[in-house]
């Protein structure tokens, strides 16, 4: 007997084109068309927090790379 070491095992792992169709149209049953604009903005600026938290890497870092251009007040 092979033991099941994870979520992959189960279900295949992999999504194709008739799941990724089946759940937009869930999501977009669940929040309506006005709304998906919002809705993928918010994750998209939601994407890039984590991506920059995990890098290391932030606006306030970059900032301080040009405070020699600016003058202060």
């Known amino acids: 007997m092979a033991a099941v ?3 992959e095992s189960v279900m295949g792992g992999r999504f ?3 799941e990724l169709l ?3 149209l869930i999501v977009l049953l669940l ?3 006005s709304r998906l604009p919002s809705l993928a903005r918010s994750m998209g600026r939601s994407a890039r927090i984590f991506k920059d938290e995990v890098t290391g890497t932030s606006d306030a870092e970059s900032d301080d790379d040009n ?3 600016k003058p202060s007040t």
């Open 31 to 33: 929040f309506g068309a």
């Open 5 to 7: 070491v994870g979520m």
């Open 22 to 24: 089946v759940i937009l």
């Open 16 to 18: 194709g084109g008739p």
């Open 67 to 69: 405070d020699g251009d």
